[in-house]
């Protein structure tokens, strides 16, 4: 069944990058708790209307560049489906709505919606034309969604759960960049400005750095975690057993000139998926159980 453009244009495939609102309350093991467990679905929601807003108006801004696009020629907006006048009312109505319910749980997960919010147009309109501020202001965005779960379920993070989530999330928006250019050649900028920037050879090294990186944090936020809470079982240890996998697994995935589009490798790869049910279910027994 075909979805009706203005619900395509909303991409409510992306809203799955939003349960990293979970990912703090989760470790903290609080999501066993109603009260708690509501607040994040909030800060869940909050988000996705917001995002879904910010879509409309970088698919209005980009309209002309989409239109030559192999694939994103296709979007609402870009293929004439969705009028512009229309996209920018929803677009409009979305973002201050999603921001209006991310201060219901707590008013600072509200100013983390509002920077998510600014950071996203501040991407859309210059960043994203800049080289490498346009992969940190990408990945700045996913740390900005733990931030706004952990802020609207009282829950603090630690330094290595920070750093975890800032480097992991920049292995995935590089390698979104990589897999671009492997799909479109080097040097070849019609469809993103900044790919002209980038080389194969670059992205590499930054995919490295970013994966070294993200596995040294959450080693050290593993066993920091299992210190601090006392735990019997080796489940945390054991965790950073299926992140890897799973890291690793994504990195073959962008050599084999997947990765464009994250969410639909996450959503078709069947090993990733078995994988990130196993790191949950090893690391929720070190949190609920042991």
Known sequence: ?????????????????????????????VLNEWGTLWQALL??????????????????LDVEADRVHPTKCRRPIAAGLVNIDVARVVGTLLLLSGIAIGFIPDWRCGVAVVVYAVLTVCYS???????????????AGFVVRAIAGAEATSVEMSSWFLLCASFGA???VTGKRYAEIKEIG?????????????SLDYLRMVLAVSLGATLVA??????????????????YE?????????LLRYLLALEQGRGAAPEEVFASDRTLQVLGVVWVIIFGLGVYVS
């Open 186 to 198: 080097e040097g070849n900028g019609s469809t993103r400005s900044t790919l002209t920037f980038y």
């Open 218 to 235: 959450y080693c050290t936020w593993a066993f920091a975690t299992k210190e601090i809470s006392g735990a019997s079982w080796p489940s």
């Open 170 to 172: 920049l292995f995935i």
């Open 125 to 139: 309109t210059v960043l994203k034309h800049q080289p490498v501020l346009d992969l940190l202001a990408i990945a």
């Open 238 to 246: 054991l965790s950073i057993v299926p992140m890897l996998a799973a």
């Open 1 to 29: 069944m075909t979805m009706p453009p203005l619900l395509r244009e909303a991409r409510p495939k992306q809203w799955t990058k939003n349960v990293l609102v979970f990912a703090a309350p989760g470790a903290a093991g």
């Open 43 to 60: 800060s869940f929601v909050a988000l996705s209307l917001t995002a879904s807003g910010t879509y409309f108006w970088n698919d209005i």
